[in-house]
């Protein structure tokens, strides 16, 4: 019997992951919401629903009685991920394990529990508690939105006469009713990729 791959999003991120998956042989079973993105053409399935909706997801998991779960090229599915491993007892991340590494304050808040190096930071509801965050922090500071992938929402501040305008960037772009202040710190970047295997 074949087996089938739960692959969300369908944009041109996931098409190397939807043409790999039937590569190896999987039925694949592609989720996004409504548009014309490339990987809906190269599924085997597709399902019009959005990859944060985690229980319409999970729904939708379950009727196909998938094998597995993954997308690439985006963070904001992968708690959904978790979500459905974790209740169909599937190979993969936890849901609380899967928010942790995608919601930046969550991710700040574990590093500073388990005494990881990071820049300084305050987590923020309102523009008030941004200013006294970037003023408590020093500036420059950056605030930005928690969710989603990308750099929207991201600005650097380096007074406070700029912080409202950081401020509002970040909120257009967040689901979430907080956003984050952090330090500012120059130097060269170092991206990781990972993934997860038994």
């Given amino acids: 019997m074949q087996r089938k791959i739960m692959i969300l999003g369908a944009s041109v991120y996931q098409v190397p992951l939807i043409l790999t998956a039937r590569k190896m042989g999987l039925y694949t079973i ?3 919401i409504p548009g014309g993105y490339p990987g809906f053409a ?7 629903i959005n990859t944060v909706d985690k229980e319409g997801i999970l729904k939708v ?5 998938i094998d597995g779960i993954c997308t690439t090229g985006t963070d904001v599915a992968v708690a959904t991920i978790g979500y459905v491993c974790q209740e169909m007892g599937l190979a993969g991340v936890s849901e609380e394990a899967a928010v942790r590494a995608t919601d930046k304050a969550q991710m700040k808040e574990a590093f500073a529990r388990e005494g990881v190096a990071a820049a300084k930071f305050r987590k923020a509801y309102s523009y008030e508690e941004v200013c006294r965050a970037a003023e408590e922090i020093g500036f420059p500071v950056v605030v930005k939105r928690v969710d989603s992938s990308g750099s929207r929402g991201i600005v650097r501040a380096d007074y406070l006469e700029e912080v409202n305008e950081a401020y509002e960037a970040a909120c257009s772009v967040t689901h979430l009713p907080y956003i984050l202040a952090e330090k500012y710190v120059a130097g060269e970047e170092i991206g ?6 038994d």
């Fill in 192 to 197: 990781v990729d990972g993934f997860v295997l």
């Fill in 61 to 65: 998991c379950q009727e196909e009685q």
């Fill in 30 to 32: 592609v989720a996004s």
């Fill in 42 to 48: 190269l599924a085997d399935k597709v399902y019009e």
